[in-house]
């Protein structure tokens, strides 16, 4: 049984930091690409950073520079670090982890920006 687990949302103001935390069990997680996705009210949901199982990253535009992906393969986890927080990151963020040409999602956790 795959789960993904995720904490660490919360309110936070506009520029602030927050850490999200997605822990994974059920699958191998060191040859699987993980990632965040992110679904805000009304809006599709949406890529917001993924690494590869040999450590390549790809994020979105919009968190260039200010969001940072990172993960554990020994704990099975993956970490994403967001700084410079603005009102239009405010959504439901979600871990996806793809294992075996499989998608798993988590539960989702809400992230809101107040400017």
């Known amino acids: 049984q795959v789960q993904l687990v995720e904490s660490g949302g919360g309110l936070v103001q506009a520029g602030g930091s927050l850490r999200l935390s997605c822990v994974a069990s059920?699958?191998?997680?060191?040859?699987?690409?993980v990632g965040w996705y992110r679904q805000a009210p009304g809006k599709q949901r949406e890529l917001v950073a993924v690494?590869?199982?040999?450590?390549?990253?790809t994020y979105a535009d919009s968190v260039k520079g200010r969001f940072t992906i990172s993960r554990d393969n020994a704990k099975g986890t993956v970490h994403l670090q967001m700084n410079g927080l603005k009102p239009e990151d405010t959504a439901v963020y979600y871990c996806n982890a793809n294992f075996r040409k499989r998608d798993y999602w988590g539960q989702g956790t809400q992230v809101t920006v107040s400017s």
């Open positions: 059920g699958i191998i997680f060191s040859i699987s690409a």
């Open positions: 690494t590869g199982n040999i450590g390549s990253t």
